[in-house]
């Protein structure tokens, strides 16, 4: 090893020595990790994107100060990259990330940012980013994770002492709001739709409550009719929190008693019938109800902790030169 890393070092060093003395130097060995190298041309092309950001909105007088200390710090993060993905292929976790991993991964984050692929691969392009760049970056966080797991997760217990001081330190986050459990079926109206289809689809809905009122079953009636969330089960859409739903239903839901189905309910979306199943109060959520939450965060503050342990300790076992 000692010797590939300082045949590396001569090539370059002949390399550089063959340039004219007034050529612009526009690469060179910036640092060496263990038998790899990293080039100013490798720094640049990875923190372009980055430094384009800042040029463009940070209009601060020390935005050269700014520049060069997040490039020293991206060149760290570059470093560290680096031995995890040596620390990865020294134990065979880099093989098992595959493409559709990280396709997945992408996809997921695009649907719940409610992103498409194309408007993100515009607004990327916008930015000065790639494709390859953010599959390549969340290749590195997936076999991260899988390392990470590997090395410390197994290691890491959450006792019930500590998920009891968490609940107790940060009480305020688990007050519980009033909330309602209720089924509703929902007829929508078209965007613009004229007053002659509106009352169309509001007689449709007093038919099917006077159904309703008859016997026949609010789940089967939505299954069949709703337009609504949840209408394949039977209109269910859970608990509902004041604050979180239409006003119009909000209002009747938490007046409603108990299993009473409302009278029609006109909203800007359509029209609603609901039949309130379940109620809670207001006030703190047992800690039984709350336990798996405390401990996932619980342990995400100690996977980053140790991380931040484990990566020192490579680091120091490494043989890091910074030339920049």
């Given amino acids: ?6 045949f590396i070092l001569v090539l370059w060093s002949i390399i550089f020595l063959c340039l004219p003395v007034q050529a612009e130097v526009v690469d060179k060995i910036i640092a060496v990790v263990n038998d790899e190298i990293i080039t100013l041309y490798d720094l640049n092309a990875a923190f372009e994107p980055y430094q384009k950001n800042i040029e463009n909105t940070y209009k601060g007088n020390d935005k050269d100060a700014l520049i060069r200390q997040t490039k020293e710090a991206f060149l760290q993060r570059l ?3 680096m031995l995890i993905e040596q620390e990865a292929k020294r134990t065979g976790i880099s093989a098992t990330v595959k493409e559709e991993d ?3 991964v992408l996809q997921d ?3 719940k940012q409610n992103v498409s692929m194309q408007d993100f691969l515009k607004n990327l392009a916008r930015e000065g980013g790639s494709i390859e760049g953010v599959k390549k970056d969340i290749r590195s966080q997936i076999v991260r994770m899988r390392l990470l797991r590997r090395e410390v997760k197994d290691k890491i217990i959450v006792t019930d002492s500590e998920i009891g001081a968490y609940y107790n330190e940060h009480r305020q986050e688990y007050e519980g709001k009033e909330s309602v459990r209720m089924k509703q079926l929902l007829l929508m109206v078209p965007p613009g739709a004229d007053k002659n289809v509106k009352m169309k689809i509001r007689n449709n809905a007093l038919q099917l409550r ?3 009122m008859k016997g ?3 789940d089967l009636l939505a299954v069949k009719y709703s337009q609504g969330p949840a ?4 209109g269910d859409v859970g608990f509902i929190e004041k604050g979180t739903i239409i006003p119009e239903v909000e209002t009747v839901a938490f007046n409603l008693p108990l299993n009473q189905v409302s009278e ?3 909203s800007n979306v359509g029209f609603h019938i609901i039949k309130v199943v379940d109620k809670k109060g207001a006030g703190l959520k047992p800690i039984a109800m709350v336990r798996e939450e405390i401990k996932a965060k619980i342990e995400e503050e100690k996977l980053d902790k140790k991380f931040a342990e484990w990566i020192s300790s490579v680091r120091a076992k490494s043989h890091i030169e910074i030339k920049l």
């Fill in 102 to 104: 990280v396709m997945d």
């Fill in 216 to 218: 026949e079953s609010f």
């Fill in 231 to 234: 209408a394949a089960q039977g």
């Fill in 79 to 81: 470093i560290d990259n």
């Fill in 1 to 6: 090893m000692k010797f590939y890393r300082t």
């Fill in 109 to 111: 984050t695009l649907v």
């Fill in 210 to 212: 006077e159904l309703i």
């Fill in 264 to 266: 029609v309910i006109e």
